[in-house]
T-cell receptor
Framework: GAVVSQHPSWVICKSGTSVKIECRSL??????MFWYRQFPKQSLMLMAT?????????EQGVEKDKFLINHASLTLSTLTVTSAHPEDSSFYIC????????????FGDGTRLSIL | AQSVTQLGSHVSVSEGALVLLRCNYS??????LFWYVQYPNQGLQLLLK??????LVKGINGFEAEFKKSETSFHLTKPSAHMSDAAEYFC???????????FGQGTRLTINP
């Protein structure tokens, strides 16, 4: 069964709206959460890394004030796209990690965000 | 810094034919290497991974990959393609002990009946 739950799977909203994406690890504790973004027909690019209870570390070129990440618990992390614009339209994928080196990397099913 | 290059953004093979998806990596230290498959509007599913044990790695769905240090390659193969193999495939690299992945550009595999 699924070990990662990511919601919503699809969002369509107007420009200027803020959108929250949730990612839950279902049967393990995620000490670290990776958030990736995938533009159409392109690869996944890491946006940020967060550790439970700490501020997220953002990759170069990713605006921390635009993409707010909360990782307040070991089973839930959220990504909020604030004041979204059409250029933020993308496929966002979370990847929780338990911190145990030999554990597999899990991915959520992704959220397709379309900003009109 | 690590990087991954997938040769060929689109590969098309006939059903029953050999599948070969190419991946070359660059890493200053021994890497961990992965192959993932992505179906439309879905997340990633791990096919297989190399973590410095056996150089020939067998994965799910009949796929396997061979780590060749001399060629800095980690090509993915499957002896006989099935229609259900049609998807996007990503090669990825990470530092040993770290889970931060760097992905290749992806290869779209099309299976012709």
């Amino acid at each position: 069964g699924a070990v990662v739950s990511q919601h919503p799977s699809w969002v369509i909203c107007k420009s200027g709206t803020s959108v929250k994406i949730e990612c839950r690890s279902l049967d393990f504790q995620a000490t670290t959460m990776f958030w990736y973004r995938q533009f159409p027909k392109q690869s996944l690019m890491l946006m940020a890394t967060s550790n439970e209870g700490s501020k997220a570390t953002y990759e170069q070129g990713v605006e921390k004030d635009k993409f707010l990440i909360n990782h307040a618990s070991l089973t839930l992390s959220t990504l909020t796209v604030t004041s979204a614009h059409p250029e933020d339209s993308s496929f966002y994928i979370c990847s929780p990690f338990s911190g145990h080196r030999n554990q597999p990397q899990h991915f959520g099913d992704g959220t397709r965000l379309s900003i009109l | 810094a690590q990087s991954v290059t997938q040769l060929g953004s689109h590969v098309s093979v006939s059903e029953g034919a050999l599948v070969l998806l190419r991946c070359n990596y660059s890493s200053s230290v021994p890497p961990y290497l992965f192959w993932y498959v992505q179906y439309p509007n879905q997340g990633l599913q791990l096919l297989l991974k190399y973590t410095s044990a056996a150089t020939l790695v067998k994965g799910i769905n009949g796929f396997e990959a061979e780590f060749k240090k001399s060629e800095t390659s980690f090509h993915l193969t499957k002896p006989s393609a099935h229609m259900s193999d049609a998807a996007e495939y990503f090669c990825a690299v990470s530092l040993q002990g770290a889970q931060k992945l760097v992905f290749g550009q992806g290869t779209r595999l099309t299976i012709n009946p």
